[in-house]
C-alpha cells in the first residue's frame, strides 16, 4: 500500500508517543511487537514514532539494542510517519555515536537533550547540539527533561538554537508551565519551531495556550484520546477538552506505583508486547498489576489481541 508522504508542518502539530522498547524475556528487541505498538499507535492517528526516549528507554538500552529498536521501527512505520530517535546518552561523544547510528539505520530526526551526569551550562548544551548537527544532515528535535537529566535546556540555549533551519523544535516534558509558555515565545521571533507537551498532565493547558502538538507516554495505550484532546484543543472546545483531561489523569494512575514499568503492564494488558521492562527494572505484578488492569477495563483498553507469550 502506497502512503501519502507526511510533512513536519504535519506530524509536529499532532500526537507522536514516545514509543516503548518491546523486549522479549531473553532482552532482544521483539520486532513483531515493535510493529504492534506502531500500527496501533498510528491508526490511533497519531502522526509520527518518537523511539527511545524515556518511555521507550533509551538510556538503558544497549547499542545493539538500540539499532535494533530504530531499525524496527523504521520498518514499521514504513512511510507513513516520521521516525524521531531519541540520544538520551549522557555525553557529546557517545551522543555522536548514537546520531551515527540512527542515521545509518533510517531515522528522520534525531532527538536530543541536555547532557547529564556532570552540571552543565546554557553553552555546554548549545555546543552538545551542534555537535549533533555536524554528525548528521537529520533534522533535531530539542528535549527537555530534568527529571532525568537534572539541568533544564536552558531558555537562552533554546532560543539560540531556534534560528538554526534543521532544529526543528522543542519537547518539554517537564510540567512547569512558566517554562512551558517561555517556550512559547520564542515562536514570535520564529515561528516555524514547534513547541510540544510531553506532560500529559500539563497537556490540556498546554494546548489550549498554543501548543504545537503532544508527545505524551499515554499515547502506547491511549492514542485516540491524546489525539481527541489535540482536536479539542484546537476547536476551543472546553468541555471536551476538560473531559479528555479527566480521563487522562486517571489513566495517568497506572504510573502512581510503578512508573514507566507500570505502562509496560498496560501494553501487555493490551496485548501489544509482553511485560518486560529494561533493565534493572521488574516486570509489575501482582496487586499494582492489578490496579492497572482495573484503570485499562474502566476505560475499555484491555486485550485486543491474541495473548502475548
Known sequence: MAYAKWT?????????????????EAGLVD????GRVADYILEGGCSGLFVLGGTGEGAWLSTSQR??????????????????????????????DAAHQAADAGADALVVGSPYYFGVDAAAQRRHVEAVL????????????????????????????????????????????????????????QPSFRVLQGNEHAAMASMLLGADGLIPGLGNIAPRVMVALVNAARQKDLAACQRLHSEIVDLTGMYAKAGIPGLYAACAFRGLIRNVPAEPWAPVEGADASAIETILRKHDLLRVAAAVV
Open 134 to 189: 555536524s554528525a548528521t544532515p537529520l533534522p533535531v528535535l530539542l528535549y527537555n527533561i530534568p527529571q532525568c537529566t537534572h539541568t533544564p535546556l536552558a531558555r537562552e540555549a533554546v532560543q539560540a538554537l531556534a534560528a538554526e533551519p534543521r532544529i526543528l523544535g522543542v519537547k518539554d516534558s517537564w510540567g512547569e508551565l512558566p517554562y512551558f509558555q517561555s517556550l512559547l515565545t520564542i515562536k514570535h521571533s
Open 67 to 96: 539499532v535494533a529498536i530504530v531499525t524496527s521501527s523504521v520498518r514499521a512505520a514504513a512511510g507513513r510517519a516520521p521516525v524521531l530517535v531519541g540520544l538520551m546518552l549522557p555525553g557529546t561523544a557517545p551522543v555522536r
Open 8 to 24: 513536519w508542518d504535519d506530524a509536529l502539530q499532532g500526537v507522536i508517543p514516545p514509543m516503548i522498547s518491546p523486549l522479549t
Open 31 to 34: 520486532e513483531e511487537a515493535v
